[in-house]
Each structure stands twice: as C-alpha cells, then as structure tokens.
C-alpha cells in the first residue's frame, strides 16, 4: 500500500407501488462495484465440501403482472375452500402471511373461530349487543334505512361517513388497515366495500397500489424491492436473511429485513448496530480523519488505497531513508502479523472493569465501541479505494487489448481478482458490528480467530491486486480461493439462518 504524506498533521416512508411507472436509467455510482458476487466463480473453484456457498439462496424477480397473478391465484383457491367472497379470502391470507396450510388446519379445526382472528367477522357477544337503528353512530342523524351500511359487526353508519371515512384514510397511504368505525370494534373492511365508496378513480388506483402493497409485505415469501420507484417483487421459498439482487434495477439488499446485505451480522444486530453509530456519530467524529501519524517517522500519512499494509520510505530530519512496514489499523510492525494477527482485530477485554467506577465502565464501553467502528469504517473506506482500483484494472485490460496484448479474456482474472477483493471486505466488514454485541466466551474466540484469518487473506489480496502485475496468475488465483475459502468458512459457522 502506498501512501500520500503531508508535511503537517491534521486536526483530530412508506414506498407507493405503481404499476405504471416508467423505467428510469439510474447514473452508476463510480464507488461501487455492483456486481462482484458474479462472474468470479471459474477463478475461485472449491472442491468438495469447500464448494458448499452458505449465501445460495434461490429467489425469483416478479413483475407486476406476475405477482398480481401469484396472488390472486392463492386468492381463490382459498376463497373456494372456505366458501367466502374473495376480497374476504384476501383478509383472511393478510392475517395469516398467506400461509395457506396454516389457514386451512385451523378451519378445519374452528371454521368461525379463524374468522374471527383474521377480523372479517366479529365474536358471537359482541354481535348480539348491537341493536337496530336508523341513526348514523357518527354524525347522529337520522338515515334512510337503505343509506345506513355495515360489515359483519352490524355497526351501521351513513354512506356519506363512511365515505368521509374510507377517502381519509387512503389519502393517509392506508389499504387492508381501513376498519370499522365503531370504538374497539377491529374489523377491516374488505376491498369490496371499499371500492364503491371513494369518490374518484385518482383516490382508487391509489387505494389499489396501498393493497398491492400491504399483500405483498404481509406475504412471508414475498419482498417488495426497495429501489427507488422500483415495481419489482422478489419471492423465495424459505424466507431468510440472505442476498438478493432485483433484476430490473440492481439494488442488492437483504430479503427479510429489505436493508443492506449484512452478512454475518442478523437483521436485529444491524438494525441495533447503524442506529448506535448514527446516534454516536459525534462521537466518533476524531477517527473520521482519512490521516495517522507514521509510528516510524512521525510524518501525517494519508490511505490512498484499500490495502492496510504500509509500507514506503521515511525520511528522517537528517535526509537519511529507511523503511516503514507497519499495519494502518494498529500502527504495528507488519511481520509480526503473520502469527499476531488475530491479536489486532480482537478487542482485550477488561476484566476487572464491573468492579470499577461508573466513569470508568463508561469509558471502557466508548473505548470498545471505537475499536469496532474505526475498524467498521476503515474496512468501508478501503471497498471505496478498491473500486478505484477495479477501475484502473479495467482500464489497463482495455489498453492491453487496444495494443493486441491479448484479448479480455485473457486479462478478465485481474478484474474477478478485484471483485472478488470487494466481496471479501464486504462480508469482513460486518463482522465488526457482530463481534461487537457478541458475548464473551468460546463462541467468540472462534468467530475472532475466523475473522482474523479472513482478514489476513484479504490483506494479502488486496497487496497482490494493487501489484498485480507483480504476480503470475497462478498466484493470485490461488490467494483468492483462500480468501474466500476463509469467507466462506466463515459464513458457515455464523451466518444467521
């Protein structure tokens, strides 16, 4: 890794489906390298029981039309069997996350019961207590019997109330969560008794779009994708936490919580993990700075690239050089990181620290938090540089073949090098916010020792990727199959499941 040196040192919504909307080209982000868990597998072949890949997850990208289809299909087949209207099928399957075999035991088992716990009908004491009337429950004035209308519950309303009712709530993004208006009466009322009421087409496709949606995200092998006006759907079988990538737009992004991938780290974790970073961003504003100081020569130095090895030449006050290899993380001498490695990405514990004062505890729990953001965040910086990297390979591969030195594929292992260095360092990144709220014991000394020896291959990596003209091919595939024969290993042992 080289290094720039400075002379002086530096001071410390809900999203609305529309199933019309035009497709948009999205400008690439120059920072990213979208695509680097494809396209590398014929460099970083496993053999045997290393070919098992724990992020496999099989998952299909629905249009529209094909959700609505998959939908409607589960719709009414229920419908039949339970001998109800469809738009009730429907609130029924919402109730229960369209687990139809779910549904179907407990009809068998109480029919009026699981009609009761999807809220389209109302409990045997409470419908006897509702007595006839020709008065509106809300404006009280008296109506026509045939302008007074009811769900199930009987509670009678006036047209024009519910009609107030039902266009209020839509215009406040609200679909299959539209209920009676009765005090502590929960029934929702189905989509046919809604659609009659709002008084324009512009109020009932918006309505349309707010079911679309609540059926889809009450669907437990459905995930809307949360790109940016995005109409794709991603289904799966089994839902887990595990990476998906919509077809249409590429946004990248975990299927059960629908945030950034995160592997090792569970939904829960990550959610707990960017709100603390978030709230303490403050805090942590010191270890924002890209610069350190050289352990060896003192002079502010500056990252330039994603590896944390430095290495390059001091210059002392008397013009005499020598050489600075040392870990940017630690600021320790690199060659003892061949066997001192796991020492540097493990925070030391103190163990005395609950017999200690308040403050004292308090500084201990910021000082712990520090070590796993700066790490957090150095790893993330350093995917940022390697993609610059990944664009300067990508560039020299273009000139080589320009100036008939081979064609792409001849070269296109210096790009799987790069991407698959991307891969790597992301998944070591969120180690760091697991470690951080794992407790202590022999769990957590394997997972340190997994992600000390992951982050070591890496380390390596990245150096031969940046210097990849320095090394055969055969080398450099063989440092990437351990890389992420490591992440792999990883992952298999602590991956959430």
């Known amino acids: 890794m080289s290094v720039d040196m400075n002379s002086q040192g530096s001071d410390?919504?809900?999203?609305?489906?529309?199933?019309?909307?035009?497709?948009?080209?999205?400008?690439?982000?120059?920072?990213?390298?979208?695509?680097?868990?494809?396209?590398?597998?014929?460099?970083?072949?496993?053999?045997?029981?290393?070919?098992?890949?724990?992020?496999?997850?099989?998952?299909?990208?629905?249009?529209?039309?094909?959700?609505?289809?998959?939908?409607?299909?589960?719709?009414?087949?229920?419908?039949?069997?339970?001998?109800?209207?469809?738009?009730?099928?429907?609130?029924?399957?919402?109730?229960?996350?369209?687990?139809i075999s779910e549904i179907l035991e407990r009809h068998k088992s109480n029919?009026?019961?699981?009609?009761?716990?999807?809220?389209?009908?109302?409990?045997?004491?409470?419908?006897?207590?509702?007595?006839?009337?020709?008065?509106?429950a809300v404006c009280?004035?008296?109506?026509?019997?045939?302008?007074?209308?009811?769900?199930?519950?009987?509670?009678?309303?006036?047209?024009?109330?519910?009609?107030?009712?039902?266009?209020?709530?839509?215009?406040?993004?609200?679909g299959v969560g539209v209920s009676c208006m009765a005090q502590d009466c929960l029934l929702r009322t189905p989509e046919d008794f809604v659609f009659p009421l709002l008084p324009s087409e512009e109020l009932k496709d918006k309505y349309r779009r707010y079911l679309f949606r609540d059926y889809v995200e009450s669907h437990y092998q459905l995930q809307l994708c949360p790109g940016a006006d995005c109409p794709m759907v991603i289904q799966v079988q089994e839902p887990k936490a595990r990476r998906v990538q919509c077809n249409r737009c590429n946004e990248v992004f975990c299927f059960k919580c629908?945030?950034?991938?995160?592997?090792?780290?569970?939904?829960?974790?990550?959610?707990?993990?960017?709100?603390?970073?978030?709230?303490?961003?403050?805090?942590?504003?010191?270890?924002?700075?890209?610069?350190?100081?050289?352990?060896?020569?003192n002079i502010c130095i500056e990252k330039n690239g994603g590896c944390n090895h430095m290495c390059f030449l001091c210059i002392t006050v008397g013009f005499s050089l020598f050489s600075a290899d040392f870990c940017w993380m630690c600021l320790g001498d690199w060659k003892t990181h061949g066997s001192e490695y796991?020492?540097?990405?493990?925070?030391?514990?103190?163990?005395?620290?609950?017999?200690?004062?308040?403050?004292?505890?308090?500084?201990?729990?910021?000082k712990k938090y520090l070590f796993y953001f700066e790490r957090w965040e150095n790893h993330n910086k350093s995917l940022q540089l390697e993609a610059q990297t990944y664009q300067r390979i990508q560039e020299k591969i273009q000139?080589?073949?320009m100036n008939n030195l081979g064609t792409w594929i001849d070269w296109q292992y210096l790009q799987n090098a790069a991407k698959l260095l991307a891969k790597c360092r992301y998944t070591l990144q969120y180690t760091y916010p697991y470690a951080y709220y794992m407790e202590s014991g022999p769990r957590k000394k394997l997972f340190e020792y997994q992600q000390a020896q992951l982050e070591a291959e890496i380390e390596n990596l990245s150096w031969k990727v940046e210097r990849a003209d320095s090394y055969d091919r055969g080398d450099l595939e063989n440092q990437m199959h351990i890389a992420e024969q490591?992440?792999?290993?990883?992952?298999?042992?602590?991956?959430?499941?």
């Open 140 to 174: 009280m004035q008296f109506v026509r019997k045939e302008n007074l209308l009811s769900l199930a519950c009987q509670h009678q309303f006036c047209r024009s109330c519910w009609e107030q009712h039902c266009t209020v709530l839509v215009k406040d993004g609200v």
């Open 399 to 401: 000139e080589r073949v």
């Open 342 to 366: 796991y020492e540097c990405s493990r925070y030391k514990e103190n163990p005395d620290i609950v017999n200690q004062s308040q403050q004292a505890q308090a500084r201990e729990a910021l």
């Open 486 to 497: 490591r992440r792999r290993t990883l992952l298999k042992d602590f991956h959430d499941t």
């Open 258 to 297: 629908r945030q950034m991938y995160h592997a090792p780290t569970d939904c829960a974790t990550i959610r707990k993990w960017l709100t603390k970073c978030a709230d303490d961003s403050e805090t942590a504003n010191y270890i924002s700075a890209h610069t350190k100081d050289c352990p060896k020569c």
């Open 12 to 99: 410390s919504n809900e999203e609305d489906y529309d199933p019309n909307c035009e497709e948009e080209e999205e400008d690439e982000d120059p920072g990213d390298i979208e695509d680097y868990y494809d396209g590398v597998a014929n460099d970083v072949e496993q053999q045997g029981a290393d070919a098992f890949d724990p992020e496999e997850y099989q998952f299909t990208c629905l249009t529209y039309k094909e959700s609505e289809s998959t939908l409607n299909e589960h719709m009414a087949s229920l419908a039949a069997t339970l001998k109800v209207s469809h738009a009730v099928a429907k609130l029924v399957l919402v109730s229960f996350h369209w687990q």
């Open 111 to 136: 029919a009026a019961q699981l009609l009761v716990e999807a809220r389209v009908q109302p409990t045997s004491s409470k419908h006897a207590m509702v007595h006839s009337s020709h008065h509106c």
